[in-house]
């Protein structure tokens, strides 16, 4: 048998296969640390109203999903003088009408303080308030907002989840983010949020909506678990789940999604808190 030229054969193959696994492996989690997150459902903003009556990201909306038993997902921003700011956009226009222009990070807390959000009573919440609203209670899932000052971000989000006694973990759109906490705080759980190449649309570049779509970060990010937007998955991101990443779904409007997830991020609905996933 003729071993010896089929093994140099298969030498491009097996480096091109090190290679995928290299890019995409993902950090592996133990049972114990996967068991506070996996088959539940996350209210996306807090289980907020589809009227508005209760806006996303604001304290009534964490208050009704921890009565629900619902985990919940919220977002961190960092403010001009150092605070931390929970809200989605990287601008105020869509929730608060009428709002200055320019970038959250531009405004003091005292500032975004005088907003209320989509003309209720209710106002941008500090991460500080609405830790205190879940309180350890349910399981939290904080989207870390990129922006100017990242590694100031990081810092602080780390200090305040450090006071915190409840289960939480991070997750990102920015590798760079999850990066730093693997460096810094490696306790917590890193997921990296990514959607399909062609869906980050005028947010990147076609060539780092292809990498960032494809995982193509993970070997400096190491994530824990995969947050993909709910669709088809390329085979990068398949095979990464297949290597030991947790499955996070974003954002389901509807119950059929339990099923392929271990844990589901919802809103507009009302599914049952807990679901079967295997670990």
């Not at 459902?41 to 619902?70: C, I, M, Q, T, W």
């Not at 309180?135 to 939290?140: D, E, I, T």
């Not at 100031?152 to 200090?159: E, M, N, S, Y």
Request: with cysteine; proline share 7%.
């Amino acid at each position: 048998m003729k071993w010896k030229p089929m093994m140099k054969a298969m030498l491009p193959v097996t480096a091109a296969a090190g290679l995928t696994a290299f890019f995409l492996a993902p950090a592996h989690a133990t049972r114990e640390q996967k068991a506070p997150f996996v088959d539940r459902n996350y209210a996306h903003r807090g289980l907020h109203k589809k009227d508005k009556s209760v806006p996303e990201n604001s304290l009534a909306a964490f208050r009704r999903a921890v009565k629900a038993g619902y985990g919940v997902e919220m977002d961190v921003h960092i403010t001009a003088d150092d605070q931390l700011a929970v809200f989605h956009d990287d601008t105020l226009k869509r929730m608060i009408p009428g709002a200055p222009e320019g970038r959250i990070e531009t405004f003091t807390l005292a500032e975004l303080k005088e907003f209320r959000l989509l003309k209720t009573e209710e106002q941008i919440p500090t991460l500080e308030e609405a830790l205190a609203v879940l309180a350890g209670r349910v399981p939290l899932i904080l989207e870390i907002k990129s922006g100017p000052r990242n590694n100031r971000l990081c810092a602080l989000t780390a200090g305040a989840l450090a006071r915190y006694n409840g289960p939480v973990c991070i997750e990102s759109f920015d590798p760079f983010i999850l990066r730093w906490f693997k460096k810094h705080a490696p306790q917590y759980l890193r997921g990296q949020l990514a959607q399909k190449p062609e869906d980050y649309k005028d947010n990147l570049p076609k060539p780092q909506a292809m990498i960032a779509g494809n995982l193509l970060t993970n070997f400096a990010a190491r994530p824990h678990f995969v947050a993909y937007r709910i669709g088809a998955k390329p085979l990068s991101v398949r095979l990464c789940e297949s290597m030991g990443a947790m499955k996070a779904g974003w954002t389901s409007r509807e119950w059929k999604h339990e099923k392929d997830y271990d844990m589901v991020i919802f809103e507009h609905y009302k599914p049952g808190v807990w679901f079967r996933a295997e670990i």
